[in-house]
């Protein structure tokens, strides 16, 4: 059996499975009985996957499997490269990492046989997605995957805010889709041959490939989050349970990432220069809005939601930055800057359902994701606190861990900017290059916030007093992400060679061979210009952490000291006067709120002697949603309202209007021809 066969077979398994746990769901043991099943499947995928990216030595090592399914005259095409075999990876040890959280904290759902059947078949419907060969068949997998990530965001039904936000998910999904459609469309020409090896073969006047790329940013970063289609992220993903939380945030995401680098990279053909500029000034913008909203939240799973959005702003800058190089002929930037999107990739995959899962601990300790009733969990939670440090270090950038490597390989991408001749991209890049470090820097402070309001200080209710640790299964699955950041951090240059195949089969041309340069560093383009060592970084900041605490300890006091923290002269026991998450987040909210989210705070201070207590009242606003979609959506309402009446029609006006419309028709028809 070839190894597409051996992953077809899972994914099929995987509905199977999907089917079964229909039938059994609200038995006592379906829990361990479906996600153990997702586990093993995935699992047997995700190391089919990685032989498969190990052993794509050449873009001819592919292979490809026609099913007789599908429409009639083409049946379904699949097909596994470097570049699916890759991203089958993250999608596969995602749902394995999630099917062994859920086997703990599935446990704790209130209805799981509204999650069980749902939870295979979107892991299965992601791999279908990767594995398609033709445009039907991946627009079926495509909905498919849709499909069935709404029937989980929509798991928690009773509540209205869930509802609403899957009522919105799969409007924007259909969205989505349809202008997928349309892209393929395009691509497939008047010959309607939806075939990708068809459209590869074609050729594409600029206009056409103009016209894709914009349907693809509207198709494909619907789904992924870019701004200003991203309203549907940060209200679905906290919806949904936390496993699968991670699973749409880390995974799914990059799906839709996937499918952008399909059709731009591989089926477009050469990009025009200003394909950069697009997708740089998209990525840049999306980077920026993503974190800024994430700071001002206080709601644990919203705040990781708007994380992604800007992780996907990141990716998206670094696409632009190889679709630049590569349409100038700069094979070697453009290998660098695609790496480190692939990198990225893997990095948010990492990181983000370590953090999800995190959220999903606290939220199962406590029951609550709000920050401001949280505090304190250090000490009653210290596996769970110690893995999620890890997570905000890695989603901050900085050194050991993973989330930097990729981010200063984008950095190094950008530095090759001056040899681009358009000067647009000349002053272009740069400037996206400042509001990438600008996001970097709002993520670090954002993520301080994160774990200061939500582990350290005091618990600020009784419910964050009584929490718990979390069960095995769900440790576990947090540990191997945690230990994978730090992995990938310290050895970077294993995970760029495992890329190389993938960027020989889209750009012709790879980054050098990092695991061969002395003490495991990493060197870009040449050792004179940049190198980073993951491996001698860790050692030193273990070495200077372990001679700290040693002195500190050898002539300071052995002796542990325990004290309430300096209050300035005034002993409240409340807890209400530590830092909240909206306190924290106060300075950059005056800095940047006026213009991006038109804050407007006022505090009303009574009279000397009147004991009534001070109020502080906060107004922000979201642009996008409030400038694009609520116009949009009271359009559809009145259009709705007026056209109502046409079910009301007899049978004669009914004839009469299909009568005049077909007449309108046939004379716009005379008239185009």
Request: aromatic content about 12%.
């Amino acid at each position: 059996m070839t190894a597409l066969s051996a992953i077809l077979s899972c994914s099929a398994f995987l509905l199977a499975t999907a089917i079964f746990a229909a039938f059994i769901a609200r038995s006592k043991q379906a829990i361990k009985f479906i996600y153990g099943l997702s586990f093993g499947l995935s699992a047997i995928a995700f190391a089919i996957a990685v032989d498969a990216l190990a052993t794509a030595t050449s873009p001819d090592a592919a292979s490809s499997l026609v099913l007789p399914i599908g429409l009639p005259w083409l049946g379904s095409h699949f097909r596994l490269d470097a570049l699916s075999a890759f991203f089958l990876t993250v999608v596969n040890f995602g749902g394995m990492l999630s099917s062994l959280y859920a086997l703990g904290y599935g446990r704790h759902e209130h209805a799981p046989h509204r999650v069980l059947p749902f939870f295979p078949a979107f892991i299965a419907g992601m791999s279908l997605v990767i594995l398609a060969d033709d445009a039907f068949t991946f627009l079926m997998s495509w909905e498919f995957m849709s499909l069935a990530s709404w029937a989980l965001v929509i798991s928690h039904h009773r509540d209205t805010n869930n509802r609403k936000a899957g009522y919105l998910y799969i409007v924007m999904a259909s969205f989505g889709t349809l202008t997928l459609l349309l892209a393929f469309g395009l691509l497939a020409g008047p010959d309607g041959n939806y075939s990708f090896a068809s459209m590869q073969a074609a050729e594409h006047a600029p206009l056409t490939s103009g016209l894709v790329l914009a349907l693809l940013l509207v198709g494909a970063g619907s789904k992924a989050g870019l701004v200003p289609l991203h309203v549907w992220l940060p209200r679905a993903h906290p919806a949904a349970p936390s496993h699968v939380s991670a699973l749409m945030s880390g995974v799914m995401t990059k799906v839709a990432v996937y499918g952008f680098i399909r059709v731009v990279f591989d089926l477009l053909g050469t990009p025009t220069w200003w394909f950069g500029i697009v997708v740089l000034a998209i990525g840049g913008i999306t980077a920026v809005l993503g974190i800024l909203h994430a700071l001002m939240e206080s709601d644990l799973k919203r705040l990781l939601a708007y994380s992604t959005i800007e992780n996907i702003g990141v990716i998206f800058v670094s696409l632009g930055l190889a679709l630049a190089f590569k349409a100038n002929g700069m094979g070697l930037a453009a290998a660098l800057a695609l790496t480190a999107a692939l990198f990225h990739v893997l990095n948010h995959s990492f990181f983000k359902s370590l953090l999800f899962f995190g959220a999903g601990a606290v939220l199962t300790a406590t029951g609550e994701r709000d920050m401001e009733k949280l505090g304190g969990l250090i000490h009653r939670m210290p596996v769970t606190a110690v893995v999620f440090l890890v997570g905000c270090i890695a989603i901050s950038a900085l050194p050991p861990f993973n989330g930097f490597v990729s981010e200063w390989l984008t950095f190094q991408a950008v530095l090759q900017s001056p040899a681009l001749p358009q000067w647009g991209l000349k002053l272009l890049v740069p400037a996206v290059g400042g509001l990438l470090a600008l996001a970097a820097a709002l993520a670090a402070a954002c993520f301080v916030k994160v774990f200061g309001v939500t582990f350290l200080g005091r618990p600020r209710t009784g419910l964050a007093e009584r929490a718990t640790e979390v069960d095995g299964f769900s440790l576990s699955a947090m540990s191997a992400l945690a230990f994978l950041c730090l992995a990938a951090g310290v050895l970077p240059g294993i995970v760029i060679d495992s890329l190389a195949p993938v960027t020989l089969s889209l750009i012709g041309q790879r980054m050098p061979a990092q695991t061969d340069i002395p003490w495991l560093s990493i060197v870009p383009i040449a050792e004179a210009r940049s190198s980073y060592n993951g491996l001698l970084v860790f050692l030193f900041i273990l070495f200077s952490a372990s001679l700290t605490a040693y002195l500190v300890h050898r002539f300071g006091s052995r002796r542990i000291r325990r004290a309430p923290a300096w209050d300035c002269g005034f002993p409240i026991s409340d807890p209400a006067t530590q830092y909240t998450a909206s306190s924290f987040a106060q300075p950059i909210r005056r800095v940047f709120g006026t213009l991006i989210f038109r804050a407007r705070d006022r505090v009303t201070m009574p009279p000397p002697g009147d004991i009534r207590p001070a109020r502080f009242t906060l107004e922000m606003h979201d642009h996008v949603w409030e400038g694009v979609y609520l116009p949009i959506v009271g359009a559809v309402g009145f259009a709705a309202e007026k056209l109502n009446y046409l079910q009301f029609l007899t049978i004669r006006r009914y004839l009469s209007l299909v009568f005049l419309t077909l007449v309108l028709l046939l004379l716009a028809l005379a008239l185009w021809s």
